[in-house]
């Protein structure tokens, strides 16, 4: 099997962050270029508002954070490449990863919670349904608050 291509999607949210240090050791183990993907959600039924300013400013946060993400690795032997997309975020996921010949998705399994995600649907699991590759989803280990209020 060969991995030359791994995308790591990314809201920043914790476990996000969490799912990057996978992303990270497999790109190292397999010498794959690590691209980093952000999707700015913007629902195509949106009315045309001139929100072009709002967009950009938006798309330059995502872009610093990012750069930020990309330095906080200290990865000297990966390669990065970083992009920001704007749409629906499962849909850019998979474009995205079809266009450049991704290998391999490693991405978080949570980001939205509570009502979003009733109504929207988990974007992992979107992904895994339509990615023409395997995607690796990784959630956070259970905490210790978490575990006993299981068992009790």
Request: glycine share 6%; hydrophobic share 40%.
């Amino acid at each position: 099997m060969q991995i030359s291509r791994i995308l790591f999607p990314t809201d920043f949210s914790h476990d996000a962050g969490h799912a990057f240090q996978y992303a990270l050791t497999f790109a190292r183990e397999f010498g794959a270029e690590l691209y980093l993907l952000h999707v700015i959600y913007f629902p195509p039924q949106t009315p045309e508002y001139d929100i072009g300013q709002v967009i950009d400013s938006l798309v330059k946060n995502a872009e610093d954070s990012l750069k930020k993400l990309v330095d906080s690795a200290k990865e000297p032997n990966v390669v990065f490449r970083t992009d920001v997309q704007v749409g629906v975020e499962h849909a850019e996921i998979t474009k995205f990863a079809e266009r450049e010949k991704i290998d391999l998705i490693v991405m978080g399994t949570r980001g939205r919670t509570g009502l979003a995600h009733v109504f929207l649907g988990s974007v992992a699991e979107r992904v895994v349904r339509h990615a023409h590759c395997p995607v690796l989803t990784v959630k956070l280990p259970a905490r210790k608050g978490e575990e006993a209020a299981k068992e009790g």
